[in-house]
């Protein structure tokens, strides 16, 4: 690698190049390149089947592609074997799917804790950090709830806490307001952004939703496994 190919690279908190996937005979995706820069907030959108949650999953490290490469934060991820990959992905990525995926037994409190757990982190600062969490998205009175004692709102943010816990470099959501009203949909986007714009973080949205779309740093059309130019 060059000086200049390194240089670029840096700039880049993840780039993905030729990704391409198909299953069976399917060629769901046909050699996608992307490049997301620290703090941006790029939403993707595009019609259902177009490849957006296959090629989301490639990015979170779920789903390994046939052909190219992602790097996160200057790590060729794939050439990770799939025990260091996990520890990877429980650290550097965080995500937020349109079910919240909440466990019904655990608390909020613990939701939100739960990657910190999976990392094995220290059970005090995974609490505190649960709690400053939770705080910061206004469900400072609902630790102890369940999931079944919330909102629709309130259990999106729970999974919005779970997906911050462990300080992850980028968050990949999947039509996260998918499930909301209109109401809880544009707060859970203004929180996306206000965390963008206190935190530095970065976040790559698949959505359908056009004013989350136009709020972004970029908007990205994906049609029949491509990205349009
Ligand atoms: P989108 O999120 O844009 O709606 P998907 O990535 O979910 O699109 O799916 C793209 C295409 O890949 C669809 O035709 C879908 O049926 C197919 N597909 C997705 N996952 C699988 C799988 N695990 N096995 C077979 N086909 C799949
Ligand atoms: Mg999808």
Known sequence: MTLAQLSFQKMNLLQAKGIKRTYGS???????????????VVAIVGPSGAGKSTFLHILGTLDRPEEGQVFIENINVFTQKDKDLAKFRNEKIGFIFQFHNLLAEFTALENACMPGYIGG????????????????????????????????????RVAVA????????????????GNL???NALDLHQLFFKLRDEFGQTFVIVT??????????????????????
């Open 26 to 40: 399917l060629q769901v995706l046909k050699g996608i390149d992307l490049e997301v820069k620290k703090g941006e």
């Open 208 to 229: 359908h939703n056009e004013e989350l779309a136009e709020m972004a740093d970029r908007r990205l059309v994906m049609q029949d496994g491509l990205m349009l130019p």
């Open 162 to 177: 779970r997906a911050l816990l462990n300080k992850p470099a980028i968050v990949l959501a999947d039509e996260p307001s």
């Open 181 to 183: 009203d209109s109401h």
């Open 121 to 156: 982190m220290n059970e005090k600062d995974i609490l505190s950090r649960g709690k400053e969490l939770l705080d910061l998205l206004g469900l400072s009175h609902r630790f102890d709830h369940l999931p079944s004692q919330l909102s629709g709102g309130e259990q999106q």
